[in-house]
């Protein structure tokens, strides 16, 4: 706990007076002292400073006067142009205030209590570098040998993720031998080469210029595993929602991927497979569940922007659009609002064209370009050529709408055939937000 003193006094004052006051008022270490500015020159209060070992923070009336303080005086307005200073000084401070103003004959004080400090800027600003800077890299592996030391210091930051109810459901499997890696770089290639099959033709040859994985060019791969059942019946947090298991396995990487990127070591993350493929070539026991695979190595460089933006296969997304505040879809500006302003200047897209058939139902699913929204209140069966909006008004399903042609054209999209296969209001308005959504990125756009 870190306690700020605020105190306000007459010149003069003696330091007997201002430290029985205190000591009836605080028993624990002050850690600042704050008042007002000019007052700093006033014997009893340097003494006291001394005494506390703290250190003395001045601030002008102009700063006191816009604080919210909850005893203010009128007495102390005439005498120092404020109405508050020791509990002004300990809210300009950043504290909060814990007790109220105690007074004597020529003294006030206030204490409060200051939140925990952050790292200094220097700290920071590396915490943020190698958050941004973190890659995941496939390509320009250096065939040498991971220093053990390091590699040790990277798992250990793995190790120290959070996890529900502190069961560290995860284990890290070392994998360096290249037999065992060419059998799971087989299964990669298979389901690459079955999503490439799934792709409509633009897209797949884009996609056929990619990268995915770099399992053989690495000379260490790492399994990280989950075991959902880890501590038993009892793990606290995770009764309620069993899929905090995995989320505690997937952070655990995150921290292995910032710490490898801070070591200069790269990291690739391969989902190209069927967990339960890759579990059996790496005779994983049955209770033991593939979260993430990684290929692992020195690298000549880390690229300063995702793979997939720099190739023209995605783009990010804005914050704005992802920060919702008191209730979904509130956002900073509206997305809708945005998405007009926007279409003005929208530069023309290029990509795929994609059906999107709104309201329909799994028989448009046969043509492989169609995207059915689909507006019932029942979850329909997961498939990821039908996105599920149960929209709870028209209102919302125009920010619905906005908001899939904006998302599809940030995953290279560049035309809308939009088909409509209910009049309901509903279904209506989330074409006139696909319909803006779609200007808004610049995609052409039209009904069919
Ligand atoms: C769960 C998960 C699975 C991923 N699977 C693959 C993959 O199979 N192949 C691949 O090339 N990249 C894969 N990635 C990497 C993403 O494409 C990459 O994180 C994203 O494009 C952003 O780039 P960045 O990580 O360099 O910021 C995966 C990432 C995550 C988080």
Redesign the pocket.
Known sequence: MRLVLGVGLRSGTPYSELAGLVSETVNAEVQLVVTIAGRETEPALQQLVEQLGAELRTFTTDELAGQPAPTPSEQVEQLAGVPSVAEAAVLASGAHLVTPKQRSTNATIAVGRLPAPGYPEDDRSVVHRVIAE?????RGFLDVPIDDDLLTRVLEAAHRAPSVGLSQPWDFLLIRDLATRRKVHDLAVEQRDAFSASLPQDRRAAFDG????AILDTPLNIAVTCDPGRGGRHVLGRHADPRTTWFSA?IAIQNLWLAARAEGLGV?????FEPSEVAAVLDLPAHIELV?YLCVGYVDEF?A?????RSGW?RRRPLTWAVHHEAWGRRTTSIVDDAVRAGANAVPATGQKVRVVVGGNAMDLRQRDALVVDLSAERPHADFGVLWRPARTPAEAVELGVEIARDLALQGVGELVVHLADLSATAQALAQGLAAGASASGLSHSSA
Do not use: T
């Open positions: 973190r890659r995941d890299v496939r990619l990268k995915i994985e997937a690739g993350w391969v989902s190209f993430g690229a922007a995702p793979e997939l933006v995605a």
